[in-house]
């Protein structure tokens, strides 16, 4: 069935591999444009910590280790473009936007914020454009290696 050499071959898959120039070209537009909305989103984190977030217990640090960990995530993406980094930004993309949705609803670590303060609606957009962007890309990724067709044994050569 599956073996772990498979996984991880399938989780390194990268565009360079497929046999599509289009589902390639395809996913290296999406890497390029998903690492962009994260490093966007890491300096919109980065701009509110230094703004005075950073006086906020748990949060503070929180905005600080998503702004430097989106920028390495982006970098990573940019560079190698490997299925597992793509699902990776989706997902940071998707967990920022949901800690501050819980933050502003219910309040997260004991501190409670408003969609209405500077950069919140902005910071919401743009994390879910770069998760969107980026599980676009990794669906491509994904599915254009399962649609690959197997590989088929070559026909003997009969004498005559």
């Not at 430097?68 to 993309?93: F, Y």
Request: proline share 4%; with cysteine; glycine share 8%.
């Amino acid at each position: 069935m599956f073996n772990r050499e498979s996984v991880i071959r399938f989780l390194l898959r990268r565009p360079g591999a497929l046999q599509s120039r289009i589902a390639r070209w395809t996913v290296l537009v999406l890497a390029a444009i998903g690492a962009g909305f994260l490093v966007w989103s890491a300096v919109i984190h980065l701009e509110l910590w230094s703004d005075g977030y950073r006086d906020v217990s748990v949060i503070g640090p929180l905005f600080l280790v998503q702004g430097i960990a989106s920028i390495v995530l982006a970098l990573a993406i940019a560079a190698l473009r490997w299925l597992v980094l793509l699902a990776a930004g989706a997902v940071a993309g998707v967990a920022t936007a949901v800690g501050l949705l819980l933050t502003a609803s219910v309040g997260l670590f004991g501190f409670k914020e408003s969609l209405s303060v500077t950069y919140a609606e902005l910071s919401l957009a743009v994390e879910f454009t770069a998760a969107f962007v980026l599980l676009c890309g990794t669906c491509v990724l994904a599915l254009s290696e399962l649609a690959r067709p197997a590989d088929r044994p070559q026909p003997v050569p009969t004498s005559t």
